[in-house]
């Protein structure tokens, strides 16, 4: 069993940065590969990224590639998610998942946090 608590989110001027925090319990979480998704209202929940258990593979969707970064530290069990140069389009509430393997799809995740909301204004 894993339980995920998002932090971080807030508001922001477009061009700004958030730093998200995803802190987890359980003794799986070390071995349990963790995505970042996002759900803005009237769409669908999205992949944003996504790191292996080792922290030596990461995954990005394409909107983000080059703004965000994911990170993790298992000895704290946290994975962070760096947002620089935020984009109005980037507003949504924002999970992190923990599921066996890294996989883009909402389906692969079993653990789901509470999310967390972010807003960039223009």
């Known amino acids: 069993q894993v339980q995920l608590a998002e932090s971080g989110g807030g508001l922001v001027q477009a061009g700004g940065s958030l730093r998200l925090s995803c802190a987890a319990s359980g003794r799986t979480f070390s071995s349990s590969a963790v995505g970042w998704f996002r759900q803005a209202p009237g769409k669908e929940r999205e992949f944003v990224a996504a790191?292996?258990?080792?922290?030596?593979?990461?995954y990005y969707a394409d909107s983000v590639k080059g703004r965000f970064t994911i990170s993790r530290d298992n000895a704290k069990n946290t994975v962070a998610l760096q947002m620089n140069s935020l984009k109005p389009e980037d507003t949504a509430v924002y999970y992190c998942?923990?599921?066996?393997?890294?996989?883009?799809?909402?389906?692969?995740?079993?653990?789901w946090g509470q999310g967390t909301q972010v807003t960039v204004s223009s």
């Open positions: 790191i292996s258990w080792s922290g030596i593979s990461t």
């Open positions: 998942a923990a599921g066996k393997s890294v996989v883009v799809f909402t389906s692969g995740y079993t653990y």
